[in-house]
């Protein structure tokens, strides 16, 4: 798949969407951006708040927001969209007269009573109301232009004013830079910093020659204060590594400790800081009289010292303090990009092992948990069954990795293609933040899950990591197939609720989360002993009538509730992140009808279901540990018997299992025993055992 067919296929599901919604070409083009940009990093979360006005002769418009709390950044987003397959550019002037209707919104909202004449209860007032209550702690305004146009080539940069003293920053969103940013190997925005716009001959270093390998090499750094600040007031959260951001969002960003130092004793800075660890994919390196400097760096990400960062960048800001005295340690890995994939766990692991002092779990690494894998595994192999009037099954295609779904088509045929798209349709792609989304709501979570994608996840992944560890067994078939259901359950609402007379825009997403855990918890009340089967729903690949019509009336009801006047918050989106406003919803009374019992399961069913689902995983988790077991070579195993007899890791059993081992193919260790094997394995390695052969995508299970 090009860039071409991706335009083609992105605009046609625009198309799709918002004649199943009702919604708007507009709004569902914003919206689709919206998703793949999270998907991408590039913003953690997106609501919708289209609003559209005049100050004096001049129109304003903004269709969107989403404020990083821990960059303390404002996106503010604008669409430029057409909806038609002419031929169009978006130009420098186009650019700038919607960057300008952005700032004309912004400064109006700050600046007279709009938050008087908007609707109470509707996104935009929220938004008004979130900008004027955050305007003193907003460090930067971004202003984005979505767009179905092709950007011109004359575009290379753009230049805003600063608003009130706070800078503000303008990207253009067309579909072209969506596919090179989100369809790429990497999945993401790649940040490349020229460190000579910083300090003259860039920053100070010393290669560690004897930490050189195949896979990387390393550097050691003295980077200054101000230009640490100045890149990360530049790029903000981008800066860093995923699982950092994940770890620091639900930690206060600022550390006291390090603010007292920079304002009280600057100069015992690089003496009390630990520094900051990096990694880049390439950078260059220039030898003068002065010494050796790094210059450039491209992809460069911080993997530990998210805090460090932010502090010093917040301090120069919050208290005006004086970072000439500032430098910071820095150690910066260059790794090499030959294999992404490799590239990337290593970069994980490298995080894993720099942040092992902060006390970050495998949840906060939840990215490359088994659990994912297992997930993948299951959706490769199993087939749904064919919907209503379909002659053919088809399967739920689960993303473990940012874009894999759209990268599995790019070197396809078109035939090819077809028949993949025809066997994995786009509405059966499940993303991770997908599965937290739907399965933390059926949990009984809708405030947890309305505080954004990141958020949710990261709570999702403590709960996973746990139970995973207390029995992985239970996350098989079943628990895929139970997924899938709830994501059609949600997609009937997304398509219902819009088409409703009760609808009049806004709140969409967290009328859908309430609704459905409310849904559930009337179900245990007034069917006792009993719960909504999705096995049904799995097997109907749709919903039963008198679970929709349900759900749609309550779904009304929900709304009344989340937009009550007498509600604590005035702010409806920051009403739904709060405990309280559940407590509220859970007061709903709706009398479900006799004939919803047809499609309840008791909960004795359920878990016996469960427990049959569970042995079938173990004998799967066994046949995969003897295929990777089998896989392996024999001297491989022979190495390992020697490798851990000698540094007494195994026990009689473990011996027993290694023999056989090194006998295959004439003798196969049983299930138990491969299992065994993989963990002793996993065991050796971390002490420093080398496998000749390290398989793709282990999982010890």
Known sequence: MNSVEFKKDFLESIKTAAAVTGEGSCAAFVDNIAQYLIDAEVLSDFTPSFYTGKNGRSKYRVDGYVY??????????????????????????????????????????????????????????????????????????????????????????VDIDDYNGIPVEGQIWDVDRLFRVCCSELGRQIIEIDFKEY????????????????????YLGVI?????????????????????????????????????????????????????????????????????????????????????????????YKDKADLANIYVQMKLTVIDESTPEESDELIRNISRSSNNQNKVSDADFFASHPFHRRMEQISRLLFAPASEGAQYETKWFYERARGQYLQEQMRLT????????????KNNVIKKTDLAKVQNTWRGYPHTVSKGAQTNFNAFAEFIDEQWHANEEQFNERYFEATASLILLFQFLERSIPKQPWYEGGYRANIIYYTVAQFRRIIHKQFPGSDLDLMLIWNRQGLPEQVGTSLIALA??????????SRKVANVTQWC???????????????????????????????????????????VNGIYA?????????????????????KHMVTPTDVTALSIACKIPAKIPNTYQCKRLLVLLQKAIEEGFKAEQQMEDKCIQ
């Open 68 to 157: 990083d709390e821990f960059d303390n950044t404002m996106n503010l987003v604008i669409a430029n969209f057409d909806g038609n397959d002419l031929e169009r550019r978006i130009t420098n002037t186009v650019a700038n007269h919607g960057f300008g209707e952005l700032r004309l919104f912004l400064s109006t909202a700050l600046t007279t009573n709009l938050y008087r004449e908007i609707e109470m209860s509707t996104p935009c007032a929220d938004l008004v109301d979130f900008l004027r209550f955050h305007e003193k702690n907003i460090q930067k305004y971004r202003f984005l232009i979505f767009t179905d146009a092709d950007m011109s080539a004359t575009i290379k940069t």
């Open 224 to 316: 200054p204060g101000t230009v640490l600040a100045d890149i990360y007031d530049r790029y903000g959260s981008k800066l860093l590594e995923g699982n950092v951001r994940s770890f620091l969002s639900t930690k206060v960003a600022v550390n006291k400790k390090i603010r007292s130092t920079i304002l009280n004793m600057p100069q015992m800075f690089f003496a009390f800081n630990n520094g900051i660890s990096a990694t880049a994919m390439d950078v260059v390196i220039e030898n003068t009289e002065s010494g050796r400097f790094i210059t450039f760096a491209r992809d460069f990400q911080i993997i530990n010292g998210g805090q460090t960062t932010a502090s010093i960048s917040n301090a120069r």
């Open 626 to 646: 003897q295929t990777e077991v089998v896989n392996y070579p024999i001297d491989m195993w022979k190495r390992l018997a020697e490798f851990t007899v000698t």
């Open 414 to 425: 078109s035939a090819k293609k077809k028949q993949f798209e025809l066997q994995h349709p």
């Open 577 to 619: 992140k709060r405990n309280e406003c559940w407590e509220e919803v859970k007061k709903i009374q709706l009398q479900l009808p006799d004939s919803l019992e047809s499609c309840l399961i008791t909960v004795d069913e359920q878990k016996s279901a469960q427990r049959a689902a569970k042995k079938e995983q173990k004998i």
């Open 199 to 218: 300090c003259g001959s860039g920053i100070p270093c010393l290669e560690a020659s004897s930490a050189v390998t195949n896979q990387y090499s390393s």
């Open 556 to 565: 009304e009801l929900v709304l009344l509730c989340i937009t009550d006047p």
